[in-house]
């Protein structure tokens, strides 16, 4: 089944509203802030920079961002509504913040309009990348920079052993709802075919055990996807789910994604 993230706006009201919440779980997980902080910290923003988030979500970046330094101006784009009424609910209180429906393959602002551009885990959903970041070529100035942070999905797990029940899960969320699982390790090259120098590039290594707020919803995710597919029945989904759970609460769990940051200047 392709990522749902492809088809998002026809995805069911339920099913988009179910991955808002999880955007902003993930948002609020201090591992993650840590991980945003420490890549948004290597931009050099100018004064007054005007910034791009694509693929914002309900926002979570775009709303860090906006409290940034010497930022000025702050668009984030999404192709779905849902994500982006959330996104303008949780934002209101920012006057610098905006936020703008439309896709990453064909972003609908003047060249040269942006200083900073930033896909905090887009690329991997998207089916065509290259294009992505050609446009985002082409509305940075030059000398603007180009922000990449993303999963390296094809290192998601929950093994603590040789066939550990938990990686169907792991393996299922990568089906279902990442495009292409490999693409934080292309970034550089991707970049460079798109016309930028790449300055930076970075490892990020996040784990959780004892209270893995964010990795449930991956578990859970990968559970019911295959449970929907009738690929297992709806008791072995929920006992997927229950063994998450029962894990951590023994201090048992293990679970882990890999994420790569890429910063590029665009020439």
């Not at 990020?204 to 297992?232: C, F, K, M, N, Q």
Request: aromatic share 8%; proline share 6%; hydrophobic share 45%.
């Amino acid at each position: 089944m392709p990522d749902i993230y492809n088809t998002i706006t026809e995805a069911a009201a339920e099913v988009t509203a179910r991955i808002a919440e999880v955007l902003e779980i993930r948002a609020a997980e201090p591992q993650q802030r840590r991980m945003l902080e420490t890549y948004l910290a290597e931009i050099p923003f100018p004064a007054d920079a005007r910034v791009l988030e694509v693929g914002c979500g309900t926002g979570a970046v775009a709303r860090r961002l906006a409290a940034w330094p010497g930022v000025v101006e702050v668009v984030g784009l999404d192709p779905s509504p849902i994500f982006l009424a959330k996104a303008r609910e949780l934002g209101a209180h920012l006057p610098h913040l905006s936020f703008r429906e439309g896709g990453a393959h064909g972003l609908p602002f003047a060249d040269g309009h942006f200083d900073v551009v930033i896909f905090h885990t887009t690329l991997c959903h998207l089916s065509q990348p290259l294009d992505a970041l050609q446009e985002a070529h082409r509305v940075l100035r030059p000398g603007g920079r180009l922000a990449v942070f993303d999963g390296d999905y094809a290192s998601t797990t929950f093994g603590t052993g040789d066939l550990d029940p938990l990686e169907i899960c792991a393996h299922a969320f990568r089906e279902h709802f990442i495009d292409d699982s490999w693409i934080a390790r292309r970034t550089p090259l991707l970049a460079r075919q798109a016309g930028f120098r790449v300055d930076a590039f970075h490892s990020h290594g996040y784990t959780e055990s004892s209270a893995p707020s964010y990795l449930y919803t991956v578990v859970d995710r990968g559970a019911d996807a295959l449970a929907d597919e009738g690929r297992i029945g709806r008791p072995l989904a929920e006992a997927l789910k229950a063994e998450a759970r029962r894990r951590a609460e023994a201090h048992q769990f293990f679970g882990h994604i890999g994420y790569t940051s890429l910063i590029a200047e665009r020439l």
